[in-house]
């Protein structure tokens, strides 16, 4: 059955949505904003988001959320692991490395998912998972050796912040991945668990760290930090619309194409704190060839 253009235009979609996320996020971290409070309004607009279209979709009267218990606790695991920590850490990276550099990084999740899914879900190892993880080491040296990124330069080692970003958020898909296959978790239920898992550690954690003297802000960073969560959760949607039209093997490819778009929009919105240079679009470019390896495996 022939793969139909909505297919590729809602991947695409997905990509650009998450290349656009980033800046943002970027916008309201240079103003008077912090990787934390980024990360709960992003989340409370996700949540919020979610509970909207499992309302409309299964009634305001119905209970959307009749899962198993196991159900429930594998998704809300999943998202304390995946959108709890991996918004964290990621926000910091855009914060510290910038957006362009950070989202090439974060696109080697599917190789930690990879990974994982093969030592925890005895899945195969295949020649192209070999060849992908080889190309995106090259890639991620490549970004390295960029001097690209936040114009005040940053060192080698904080990209552990999207690295780290990329094994929480692969690690929440291996889980959300089992929890599909172990249970009858609906899509929506399993989103809507997932962001509340994530709200009630970040929030929890932005409380107890740092007091409400955190969520002191202008409301512009408000607005830009719920913008760019708003953007996060619609290209979430349109890659599951997008996987549930055609195979993964179009999808994901297209999708991790969010590196290139996160570069021209740096190019366009960011030009004075960020500077995207050969090495970044070459690097990211790698990242994305090695994802595909992956997927074909």
Same mark, same amino acid.
């Given at each position: 059955?022939?793969v139909t253009?909505?297919v590729?235009?809602?991947?695409?979609?997905?990509a650009?949505?998450?290349?656009?996320n980033?800046v943002?996020m970027?916008?309201?971290?240079?103003?008077? @904003?912090?990787?934390?409070?980024?990360?709960?309004?992003?989340?409370?607009?996700s949540f919020?988001?979610? $509970?909207?279209?499992a309302?409309?979709?299964?009634?305001?009267?119905?209970?959307y959320?009749?899962v198993?218990?196991?159900?429930?606790?594998?998704?809300?695991?999943?998202?304390?692991i @995946?959108? =709890?920590?991996?918004?964290?850490?990621?926000?910091? !990276?855009?914060? %510290?490395? !910038?957006? =362009?550099?950070?989202?090439?990084i974060?696109?080697?999740?599917?190789?930690?998912?990879?990974?994982?899914a093969?030592?925890?879900?005895? #899945?195969?190892?295949?020649?192209?998972?070999?060849?992908?993880i080889?190309?995106?080491v090259?890639?991620?040296?490549?970004?390295s050796?960029?001097?690209?990124g936040?114009?005040?330069?940053?060192?080698?080692? #904080?990209l552990?912040?999207?690295l780290?970003?990329?094994i929480a958020?692969?690690?929440g898909?291996?889980?959300?991945?089992? !929890?599909?296959t172990?249970?009858?978790?609906?899509?929506? =239920?399993?989103?809507?668990?997932? #962001?509340?898992?994530?709200?009630?550690?970040?929030?929890g954690?932005?409380?107890?760290?740092?007091?409400?003297?955190?969520?002191? $802000?202008?409301r512009?960073?408000?607005?830009?930090?719920?913008?760019?969560g708003?953007?996060?959760s619609?290209?979430l949607?349109s890659l599951?619309?997008?996987?549930s039209?055609?195979?993964?093997?179009?999808?994901?490819?297209?999708?991790g194409t969010?590196?290139?778009?996160?570069?021209?929009f740096?190019?366009?919105?960011?030009?004075? *704190? #960020? %500077?995207?240079?050969?090495?970044?679009v070459? !690097?990211?470019?790698?990242?994305?060839?090695? *994802?595909?390896?992956?997927?074909?495996?």
């Amino acid at each position: 059955m022939p793969v139909t253009i909505d297919v590729f235009l809602l991947s695409i979609l997905a990509a650009a949505l998450w290349g656009l996320n980033p800046v943002f996020m970027k916008k309201g971290l240079e103003r008077d @904003g912090n990787a934390i409070l980024a990360s709960v309004v992003a989340a409370t607009v996700s949540f919020g988001l979610f $509970v909207t279209i499992a309302t409309v979709v299964y009634g305001p009267s119905e209970s959307y959320l009749g899962v198993s218990r196991t159900g429930a606790a594998i998704f809300l695991f999943g998202g304390v692991i @995946g959108s =709890s920590l991996g918004r964290l850490v990621v926000y910091a !990276g855009v914060d %510290r490395v !910038g957006v =362009s550099v950070n989202t090439a990084i974060l696109n080697t999740r599917p190789l930690f998912a990879a990974i994982l899914a093969v030592g925890l879900l005895g #899945e195969p190892i295949t020649g192209w998972l070999g060849l992908g993880i080889l190309v995106i080491v090259v890639g991620v040296v490549l970004v390295s050796l960029s001097r690209g990124g936040d114009i005040r330069g940053w060192k080698w080692y #904080e990209l552990a912040f999207p690295l780290f970003a990329a094994i929480a958020y692969g690690a929440g898909n291996v889980v959300r991945r089992y !929890g599909f296959t172990a249970t009858d978790t609906d899509v929506l =239920s399993a989103f809507v668990l997932n #962001e509340f898992a994530a709200l009630g550690i970040l929030m929890g954690y932005a409380l107890v760290r740092h007091g409400r003297k955190l969520f002191v $802000v202008s409301r512009r960073t408000y607005a830009l930090f719920a913008a760019g969560g708003l953007l996060s959760s619609l290209a979430l949607l349109s890659l599951f619309t997008a996987l549930s039209r055609g195979p993964v093997i179009v999808v994901d490819p297209l999708a991790g194409t969010s590196p290139l778009f996160a570069a021209l929009f740096t190019v366009i919105f960011l030009k004075r *704190v #960020e %500077r995207v240079t050969r090495g970044v679009v070459i !690097g990211a470019a790698v990242i994305i060839l090695g *994802v595909v390896f992956i997927t074909l495996g």
